[in-house]
């Protein structure tokens, strides 16, 4: 392997897959049934040190490289989908708050998210923008000494259950992309209200809700960086935090190969096993091809980060391979677990509803490839030589 782990790797995964073992798995099928928010198991990750990882020790983190934050991602979801999404999105927020905060900001937000006692929010999305992030509606309006915000977002993961949400809004609505600013918003804050959970394909335990904003007012101590430049904020988070999205695949695509070769050892039909059957073998050789090419660009992905390289290239790559490899590597498990997998009592059925979002939060795969082809234009010339 070109990407061998070293002690401090190895440690802090068997701790998370230990943790997932006992506390996490047992429960995934149920909290998928009922959609419960798993407040505890949430409180246990955080005193595990999983909740900043790579948050430096300084702001009370772990301090530790990106690798360790995707193997310790991959294992929360080969257990539960669900939590990894509630994680990542929490780690959403970092991206955002570690290299944009000044320094008493650091103080006052991000020890108590890096202990797991706030959780995180990243509030982007509107109902009228998506992909389109300079189409947003939602204004902060200067009002005294505060900013005033009306508008909504939709689809934000974890938003009732945080507590520091990292809100997008426009601060000069005529400036489009270029007047988007950020702000940090506590949980409890006068003017923000919530939808009920908005019921969903997949990662049922994973609420995401509408959020209101009715004149809500923010003091300037809450505004992120400077003025108008929310906008590159959020995008330069989101091409560090798809890395993430990598290693959630792969956790999933991880447990459906495990589940295909318990399968196909356990099934016999013919009088043999389906595994004696090359039909069975050609699935399961690729899928386990398709989840290392996965694993090995996620991780290439992340030294890449931690060399503090331009990431909108690999940032992409990795999220693009990893989650288009785990939607046919989970089509292929429920192949070959044949009806029974179909089934809502197996657990295929659920990392199939599961994996299909990877494709779509944080940049869909349509929007990945644009952001690659992008920084091709930029570096090829006309004659297709690298500049
Ligand atoms: C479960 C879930 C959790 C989420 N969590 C969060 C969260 O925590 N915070 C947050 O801010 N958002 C969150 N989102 C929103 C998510 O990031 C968006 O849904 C996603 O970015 C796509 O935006 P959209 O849904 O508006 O689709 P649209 O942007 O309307 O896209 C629709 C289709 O058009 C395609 N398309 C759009 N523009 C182009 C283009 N220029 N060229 C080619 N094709 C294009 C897309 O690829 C897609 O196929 C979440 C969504 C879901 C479903």
Not at 123 to 131: I, K, R, V, Y
Not at 252 to 261: T, Y
Request: aromatic content about 6%; glycine content about 10%.
């Amino acid at each position: 392997m070109p990407y061998p782990l070293n002690d401090t790797q190895r440690a802090m995964r068997q701790v998370i897959r230990d943790f997932c073992r006992n506390e996490v798995m047992p429960g995934a099928a149920e909290r998928d049934r009922t959609g419960a928010f798993p407040a505890e198991i949430m409180r246990g990750l955080g005193e595990l040190g999983a909740m900043g990882i790579t948050v430096p020790d300084s702001c009370g983190g772990l301090g530790l490289d990106t690798q360790t934050q995707l193997l310790a991602i991959e294992e929360v979801a080969r257990a539960d989908a669900a939590l990894a999404s509630i994680y990542t999105a929490h780690l959403l927020a970092l991206e955002v708050l570690v290299p944009y905060l000044n320094k008493e900001q650091k103080g006052r937000f991000i020890p108590d998210m890096a202990s797991g006692k706030a959780l995180g929010a990243f509030a982007l999305t509107e109902p009228g923008s998506g992909s389109d992030i300079g189409g947003m509606d939602t204004v902060a309006r200067r009002d005294g000494d505060a900013w005033v915000v009306s508008g909504s977002k939709t689809f934000i993961s974890n938003a009732a259950d945080a507590g520091t949400t990292v809100l997008f809004a426009k601060t000069d609505p005529a400036a489009g992309f270029r007047g988007i600013s950020a702000f940090v918003l506590s949980r409890g804050t006068p003017g923000v209200s919530f939808s009920e959970p908005q019921e969903k394909l997949g990662i049922r335990s994973a609420p995401t809700h509408t959020v209101y904003f009715d004149g809500a007012r923010v003091t300037d101590d809450r505004v992120i960086g400077e003025l108008g430049t929310g906008g590159k904020m959020a995008l330069s988070a989101l091409n560090r935090a798809r890395i993430d999205i990598a290693a959630m695949a792969n956790g999933i695509a991880q447990r459906a190969l495990e589940l295909a070769v318990e399968y196909a050892a356990a099934r016999v039909q013919f009088g043999h096993p389906i595994r004696d059957f090359q039909a069975i073998q050609l699935m399961l050789g690729q899928m386990d091809a398709e989840l290392e090419a996965a694993r090995l660009t996620a991780w290439w992905a992340a030294a890449e980060k931690d060399s503090g390289a331009d990431l909108r290239r690999a940032g992409s790559i990795a999220k693009w391979v990893a989650t288009e490899n785990c939607g046919a590597i989970v089509d292929l498990a429920v192949q070959v677990h044949g009806g029974a997998g179909y089934m809502r009592e197996s657990e295929i059925e659920r990392l199939y509803r599961d994996a299909r979002i990877l494709r779509i939060f944080e940049g869909t795969s349509q929007i990945q490839l644009l952001g690659i082809a992008a920084t091709l234009a930029a570096t090829f010339d006309r004659s297709g030589e690298v500049v």
